[in-house]
């Protein structure tokens, strides 16, 4: 499974674009870049899945370059209520099809006023 | 559509007691799993269940064990609990047929050991 890295904390301001790098140098052919959202006392959300070069939604825009050994999750204009967690996951247990995720401890992003 | 439904909220035991966490999945999914979330961490695989059965288990004891009924539901029991043990406890749900990493978290029961 490939490790990742990511900064444990980060601070913003309303308004501003935020952008989190996360670093999976062994990620294998075959694996997807999964980020999740976690807000203080509820579970995470999935936001974002990518394989190479850009996905958007609705909530985040995912870069992976070329050599996809990082990705960085972009948020536009964040607003207060994207203070949350944000987690990077790379990969699943190849044993089972059924998807065990594996988290790291993630990214705490805090949005000033 | 409710989401993944988790019960209790919150709960307090003392230690060597034996505790039940119940979880209902999103409608459509079959596929459960449980995670434990310490303060501060990210969430910990404790294992998985699909028809019924334990397909996938996380580095958890034997006092962690759980159980998927027919329709789907699951609980998760933990027994001789000890201080260590007080955590979020998650519950997660997929479709058998969609994405692995795309699963839905429910909001947890928080768990207090004293």
């Known amino acids: 499974l490939a490790k990742t890295t990511q900064p444990i904390s980060m601070d913003s301001y309303e308004g501003q674009e935020v952008n989190i790098t996360c670093s999976h140098n062994n990620i294998a052919t075959n694996d997807y870049i999964t980020w999740y959202q976690q807000f203080p006392s509820q579970g995470p959300r999935f936001i974002i899945q990518g394989y190479k070069t850009k996905v958007t939604n609705e909530v985040a825009s995912l870069f992976i370059p070329a050599d996809r050994k990082s990705s960085t999750l972009s948020l536009p204009r964040v607003s207060l209520s994207d203070t949350a967690v944000y987690y990077c996951l790379v990969g699943i247990d190849r044993g089972s099809t059924l998807g065990r995720l594996y988290f790291g401890r993630g990214t705490q992003l805090t949005v000033w006023p | 559509d409710a989401g993944v439904t988790q019960s209790p909220t919150h709960l307090i035991k003392t230690r060597g007691q034996q505790v039940t966490l119940r979880c209902s999945p999103k409608s459509g999914h079959d596929t459960v799993s449980w995670y434990q979330q310490a303060l501060g961490q990210g969430p910990q695989f404790i294992f998985q269940y699909y028809e019924e059965e334990e397909r996938q288990r996380g580095n958890f004891p034997d006092r962690f064990s759980g159980h998927q009924f027919p329709n789907y539901s699951s609980e998760l029991n933990v027994n001789a609990l000890l201080l260590g043990d007080s955590a979020l406890y998650l519950c997660?749900?997929?479709?058998?047929?969609?994405?692995?990493?795309?699963?839905?978290f429910g909001p947890g029961t928080r768990l207090l050991v004293l």
């Open positions: 997660a749900s997929r479709p058998r047929s969609g994405t692995p990493e795309t699963q839905y």
